[in-house]
C-alpha cells in the first residue's frame, strides 16, 4: 500500500504551472490576482527608486549653482519658468512670485514675502504628491495580499476536502494536491505583500528625505530674500 501510494504521488506533476492548472477556477482567479499585484508593485519599486535617485542628482547639481555665487536673477534666467528639475521647479516658484511682486516703480508690493512663501509651498506640495504617486498602492498590496492568499488557501483546503469526502479515500496521493495547490495562494500572496511592505517603508522615508531637503532649501531663499526686502 505505502509502495503504491509513493507511485501515485511520484506520478503527480507538483511544479508551480502543475499545481496552478489543477487548482479550481477561484484559486486560479486569486494566484492571477496575486501575481498582477507582485508584477505592479515591483513597477512602482522600480520606477521610484529611479526617480529619486534623480531627484537626489537634480537636487544635487541645483544646490552647486544656487550656492556658487551667482545672481539669482541670471540663475533664474538660465533655467526659465517652468524647469524640469524638482528643486529648480521650486526655486522657479519663489523667483517668478518675487518678479511679479516688483511695481514699475521698482516697488515692492505690500506682502511680497509672505506670497513668496506660499508660492513655493505650493511647489513644495506638487513636488511632495508626484514623489509619493504609487506609494499608496505599495501600501494596499503588503496590507491585504496575505488576507487574498489566505482566502484562496481556505477556499482551495475546502475543495481538498471536499474530494476527499466525495472519494472517501484519505490517501496522501488525494490529499497532497490539494492541501499543495491551496497553499501555493498564501505563498503569493506573501512573495507580492513582503517586498511591497519593505519597499514601501524605504521609499517613504526617501521621499520624506527629499520633501525635507526642498523645505529646507525654501527656508534658505525665503531669508536671503527677505534680506533683500529689508535693505
Known amino acids: 500500500m505505502e509502495a503504491e501510494t ?107 514675502h509672505a506670497r513668496i512663501d506660499r508660492s513655493m509651498d505650493v511647489a513644495i506640495q506638487k513636488e511632495a504628491e508626484t514623489l509619493q504617486k504609487g506609494l499608496p498602492v505599495l501600501a494596499t498590496v503588503g496590507s491585504t495580499a496575505p488576507f487574498v492568499g489566505l482566502f484562496g488557501t481556505v477556499w482551495g483546503i475546502m475543495h481538498a476536502f471536499i474530494e476527499i469526502a466525495e472519494q472517501q479515500n484519505t490517501n496522501l496521493a488525494v490529499v497532497a494536491p490539494g492541501i499543495a495547490e491551496a497553499l501555493l495562494a498564501t505563498g503569493l500572496g506573501l512573495l507580492a505583500a513582503i517586498p511591497a511592505v519593505v519597499f514601501y517603508n524605504k521609499l517613504s522615508a526617501d521621499s520624506d528625505r527629499i520633501v525635507a531637503g526642498y523645505e529646507s532649501f525654501a527656508d534658505e531663499f525665503s531669508t536671503i530674500l527677505s534680506r533683500q526686502l529689508d535693505s
Open 6 to 112: 509513493l507511485a501515485l504521488a511520484q506520478e503527480i506533476d507538483f511544479s508551480m504551472w502543475g499545481l496552478f492548472a489543477r487548482a479550481t477556477l477561484t484559486v486560479k482567479l486569486v494566484m492571477v490576482l496575486l501575481i498582477f499585484a507582485s508584477i505592479w508593485s515591483w513597477s512602482i519599486i522600480l520606477e521610484k527608486l529611479m526617480s529619486y535617485r534623480r531627484a537626489r542628482k537634480e537636487a544635487a547639481v541645483f544646490d552647486q549653482s544656487f550656492w556658487s555665487g551667482e545672481p539669482l536673477d541670471e540663475l533664474y534666467d538660465q533655467i526659465g519658468a517652468e524647469p524640469d528639475g524638482r528643486a529648480q521647479r521650486v526655486f522657479a516658484a519663489g523667483m517668478t512670485e518675487w518678479r511679479r511682486s516688483h511695481r514699475d516703480d521698482g516697488g515692492l508690493i505690500a506682502g511680497a
